[in-house]
């Protein structure tokens, strides 16, 4: 088995066992996420949590093998090592030092770092690359909507300060205070923490709501049609070169006589 074999088998692009290996590796993320979590609660028994440590040790050591395998069958090392993913996968294997040393408290705050590995999920998936090929189709697009976005958010900071500072200096005292509201509004999550008591403040945070609607709605629009072009793409067959059958010069002739 070559090197690229491998590294096929550990991306999950292997035509055999590939798509085996990656559930596996995906499975371990999510043991080890569920690990993470159970370690959190206070009524957990000595047994239970030691055992919960010998199991993020194993996975832990498995990790550990991927890294060093990649890095042995990368046909360039480093350049695996400083990429996103070799860093991702570095920083994944790190919490290892707190089997090393257990006592040393500091090290133990390397633990977050666990945390790291649920970006692995993300790897092989061609889901996200579509992703990212519809954002990069939408680059221009986004840019000038979030100008737009941004100028609309202090539009409506300036409007709501007009109408409530008066009513609710304490939460519409400044522009910059009354951004707050602006944000949460215009995305149309609306916590209810600050809200308007006047009737034109009213009025105009029913403007704003709807002109918010717009605000979510265009980019997942814009996103949406760029990810349905980019899997058309992929599913559609590859153009057959087109075959002429060449008519005999002799039997033409005779046709046209």
Same mark, same amino acid.
């Given at each position: 088995?070559?090197?690229?074999?491998?590294?096929?088998?550990?991306?999950?692009?292997?035509? #055999?066992?590939?798509?085996?290996?990656?559930?596996? @590796?995906?499975?371990?993320?999510? +043991? !080890?996420? %569920? =690990?993470?979590? /159970?370690?959190?609660?206070?009524?957990?028994?000595?047994?239970?949590?030691?055992?919960?440590?010998?199991?993020?040790?194993?996975?832990?050591?498995?990790?550990?093998?991927?890294?060093?395998?990649?890095?042995?069958?990368?046909?360039?090392?480093?350049?695996?090592?400083?990429?996103?993913?070799?860093?991702?996968?570095?920083?994944?294997?790190?919490?290892?030092?707190?089997?090393?040393?257990?006592?040393?408290?500091?090290?133990?705050?390397?633990?977050?770092?666990?945390?790291?590995?649920?970006?692995?999920?993300?790897?092989?998936?061609?889901?996200?690359?579509?992703?990212? #090929?519809?954002?990069?189709?939408?680059?221009?697009? @986004?840019?000038?909507?979030?100008? +737009? !976005?941004? %100028? =609309?958010?202090? /539009?409506?900071?300036?409007?709501?300060?007009?109408?409530?500072?008066?009513?609710?200096?304490?939460?519409?005292?400044?522009?910059?205070?009354?951004?707050?509201?602006?944000?949460?509004?215009?995305?149309?999550?609306?916590?209810?923490?600050?809200?308007?008591?006047?009737?034109?403040?009213?009025?105009?945070?029913?403007?704003?709501?709807?002109?918010?609607?717009?605000?979510?709605?265009?980019?997942?629009?814009?996103?949406?049609?760029?990810?349905?072009?980019?899997?058309?793409?992929?599913?559609?067959?590859?153009?057959?070169?087109?075959?002429?059958?060449?008519?005999?010069?002799?039997?033409?002739?005779?046709?046209?006589?």
């Amino acid at each position: 088995m070559h090197r690229s074999d491998i590294i096929e088998i550990l991306d999950g692009t292997h035509p #055999r066992v590939g798509r085996r290996v990656a559930l596996v @590796l995906y499975a371990l993320i999510v +043991i !080890s996420a %569920v =690990i993470i979590a /159970l370690e959190t609660l206070p009524a957990l028994s000595p047994e239970l949590r030691q055992a919960l440590r010998w199991g993020e040790a194993v996975i832990l050591a498995l990790f550990a093998v991927e890294y060093v395998t990649r890095l042995i069958c990368s046909p360039r090392p480093l350049h695996y090592a400083l990429s996103p993913w070799g860093i991702i996968d570095f920083i994944a294997i790190v919490p290892a030092v707190v089997f090393l040393f257990p006592d040393l408290v500091t090290v133990r705050s390397l633990r977050l770092l666990r945390l790291v590995r649920l970006l692995k999920l993300f790897k092989a998936n061609r889901a996200l690359d579509r992703i990212a #090929r519809a954002f990069e189709q939408t680059k221009a697009e @986004l840019l000038i909507f979030s100008f +737009i !976005s941004t %100028v =609309i958010l202090y /539009l409506a900071a300036v409007g709501i300060y007009h109408f409530e500072r008066e009513a609710q200096p304490e939460f519409f005292g400044s522009i910059p205070a009354s951004l707050w509201w602006a944000l949460s509004t215009l995305t149309t999550v609306g916590y209810g923490d600050v809200y308007p008591v006047t009737t034109g403040g009213r009025i105009f945070t029913g403007c704003v709501l709807l002109i918010g609607l717009g605000v979510v709605a265009v980019p997942a629009g814009l996103i949406t049609v760029a990810l349905i072009e980019q899997t058309h793409e992929e599913q559609a067959p590859e153009p057959s070169e087109t075959r002429y059958t060449e008519i005999p010069k002799s039997n033409m002739e005779d046709d046209l006589t």
